[in-house]
Nanobody, 127 residues
Framework: QVQLVESGGGLVQAGGSLRLSCAAS????????MAWFRQTPGRERGFVAA????????YFADSVKGRFTISRDNAKNTVYLQMNSLKPEDTGVYYC????????????????????WGQGTQVTVSS
C-alpha cells in the first residue's frame, strides 16, 4: 500500500515556475514508477510526465516537453515536477500516481497503468 500526498501548487503568472512535490508513504517507494497527471475543467485527466523506479528514464507529454522536468529522490520517498515557462493552459489539478514495475513501459502514459493516486494539488496560471 502506498499513500501519496501532493504539495506545491498555487497561483502563478504566465511565464513563471512552480515545483510540485509528492511524498509517498511506505518503505517500497523505489519499487514504483511515478507519474504526474492533470485534470482541467471539462477534460479527462491527462498524462503529464513519468519517471521509472530508478529515476534514469523520464517521459513527457508533448505539451510540456522542454518546460517541465520530473525527478525523484528515493531516499526521501518523494517525486518532483518542476514546471517552468508556465502557460494558462497548464492550469488544472495535478495528481501524483504510482505504478508497479510490471508492464509499466507499455502503460506509462495511461491512467489505468497506475495503482495509487494522491488527492491532487491545484495549479492556476494567470495570463
Amino acid at each position: 500500500q502506498v499513500q501519496l500526498v501532493e504539495s506545491g501548487g498555487g497561483l502563478v503568472q504566465a511565464g513563471g515556475s512552480l515545483r510540485l512535490s509528492c511524498a509517498a508513504s511506505g518503505r517500497t517507494f523505489s519499487s514504483y514508477a511515478m507519474a504526474w497527471f492533470r485534470q482541467t475543467p471539462g477534460r479527462e485527466r491527462g498524462f503529464v510526465a513519468a519517471v521509472n523506479w530508478s529515476g534514469d528514464s523520464t517521459y513527457f507529454a508533448d505539451s510540456v516537453k522542454g518546460r517541465f522536468t520530473i525527478s525523484r529522490d528515493n531516499a526521501k520517498n518523494t517525486v518532483y515536477l518542476q514546471m517552468n515557462s508556465l502557460k494558462p493552459e497548464d492550469t488544472g489539478v495535478y495528481y501524483c500516481a504510482a505504478a508497479d514495475r510490471v508492464g509499466w513501459y507499455s502503460t506509462r502514459g495511461l491512467q489505468r497503468g497506475y495503482k495509487y493516486w494522491g488527492q491532487g494539488t491545484q495549479v492556476t496560471v494567470s495570463s
